[in-house]
């Protein structure tokens, strides 16, 4: 056996899955699994990754629940910036006439809503204009959550400036795992754990196109059962406060339907069984990963989280994202209504879905009440519905094709004041380098972008 698959094992086992489950994911045989077991039991395991091993386990034990049921009942107080802070982030300069531009995501003055939408084609500036965003943003104690799936916020390649400003603290979501759990129930789910169940569902449905109308029934109902196994009963809500199962006992029941012969679902069970198997065979939300704590999160001053998601299979990619977002969904919502209190900034946004019912299109028409905005990137604006265009007060457009014009259209209505359509068209096809085209309270323009080592020096002032 590998030390690779020693270490798999010594962490499942602390994890608590069984013996079967185990030996599939670490490649090993159930027999091998019950030796380690019985020398963790004994205390005898000799290897340098045992020692570790229960290291990992206390600190488990010892850390913070990551989103405890109380938030349910007594909502923690996220703290706001004073004031003084709230003020317009810098854009940079209009190439037309020298003026400072500004973006102002902040109620009651700011834009409609506080999304911000950026495209281009890649090396134009559109990842590094992200970056000053939220470095801003991070000045006015507006923490940023990034969603990073490639190497665009790696901390060892980004800028001095960013890293001074933006304070940024990388999550290794995909290597280390969240201690997350998907199956949380939060005040706003009105129906308690049918909430949770049609969430889980709906999210797979959209992430795995060959689920079938059966199977997602099935998923439904899997969680329902899973859930009335701890305790947490659909029709008594006195049990809704009850700590959820851990997200595994999912897969562990659709194992079991699969296997169980007087099962009638038997066939549809095995088919739903195989579609989602990559979710639990990376095992990233499991109660020995990074603690994600949104209050402390969002409480933290001066600061960007970046949720590193590289290296994962491209559905998990976007089925970790879509929870993890229901789970910041419900959080914010179970605080109530507020003042702006974090974005959600998601690079390669092509990797989501945006369709009706999903986490995004709910941060895109909903996002602002509770407090939390939405800046998305991608390199194509095909990547992105009409809906996203008109839910986004602002935009930053780096060099693009627009042959039809369908985008120049759409900048030009969003603006009451700025280019023609046509112009826009010929504008965005030969932007420069660090140069966007920006439409903000109604207005459109060219501006060049200022430098991270520009915003620096102003606020040093």
Not at 67 to 81: F, G, M, S, V
Not at 103 to 110: M, R
Request: glycine share 8%; with cysteine.
């Amino acid at each position: 056996m590998s030390r690779e698959q020693k270490e798999t094992v010594l962490r499942m086992l602390a994890d608590g899955y069984d013996r079967h489950r185990i030996a599939e994911a670490a490649g090993v045989t159930a027999a091998q699994v019950s030796a380690i077991a019985a020398h963790v039991t004994m205390g005898t395991y000799g290897a340098p990754t045992l020692d570790a091993a229960k290291l990992q386990v206390e600190a488990d034990a010892a850390a913070p629940r990551a989103l405890p049921a109380n938030l349910r009942k007594e909502p923690q107080t996220i703290l706001q910036p004073s004031d003084s802070k709230r003020t317009p982030v810098l854009i940079g300069d209009d190439i037309s006439d020298g003026q400072p531009v500004f973006w102002d995501p902040f109620p009651p003055t700011g834009s409609a809503n506080p999304h911000v939408l950026i495209f281009g084609e890649s090396g134009f500036g559109k990842t590094y204009a992200t970056q000053c965003l939220i470095a801003e943003l991070a000045t006015k104690d507006v923490p940023s959550i990034v969603f990073d799936y490639g190497q665009g916020f790696a901390l060892d390649s980004a800028s001095a400036g960013f890293t001074e400003l933006a304070h940024p603290v990388e999550i290794y979501a995909s290597r280390d795992g969240l201690a997350l759990n998907p199956l949380q129930i939060f005040s706003s789910d009105v129906h308690g754990p049918l909430n949770v169940a049609q969430r889980i569902a709906d999210t797979f449905a959209r992430v795995y196109p060959k689920i079938g109308i059966q199977q997602h029934a099935l998923l439904r109902e899997a969680v329902l059962h899973v859930m009335n196994d701890a305790g947490i009963l659909e029709r008594e809500s006195r049990t809704w406060s009850i700590d959820p199962p851990q997200f595994f006992r999912l897969q562990e029941k659709l194992a079991a339907y699969a296997a169980d012969p007087d099962f009638p679902k038997r066939g549809i069970a095995d088919r739903l069984h195989s579609h989602i198997s990559t979710i639990f065979v990376f095992n990233t939300f499991r109660s020995s990963g990074v603690p994600l704590e949104w209050p402390i999160m969002l409480n933290g001053q001066n600061r960007t989280f970046i949720l590193r998601l590289q290296g994962l299979e491209a559905s998990l990619e976007r089925a970790v994202t879509e929870l993890l977002l229901w789970n910041l969904i419900g959080f914010l919502e179970s605080l109530g209504p507020g003042p702006l209190r974090c974005f959600a900034v998601l690079d390669e946004a092509h990797r989501l879905s945006f369709s009706e019912g999903s986490p995004m299109d709910r941060l895109l028409r909903e996002g602002r009440k509770f407090g939390i905005g939405v800046m998305l990137a991608s390199q194509q604006p095909g990547d992105f519905s009409e809906v996203t265009f008109s839910n986004t007060a602002t935009k930053l457009v780096f060099q693009t094709v627009d042959a039809a014009g369908k985008i120049a259209r759409l900048l030009a209505a969003k603006a009451n004041v700025g280019l023609r359509a046509e112009t826009i068209r010929q504008t965005i096809s030969t932007l420069p380098r660090g140069i966007c085209y920006l439409t903000t309270a109604n207005t459109g323009r060219v501006v060049s972008v200022a430098s991270m080592d520009q915003r620096a020096a102003a606020l040093k002032l």
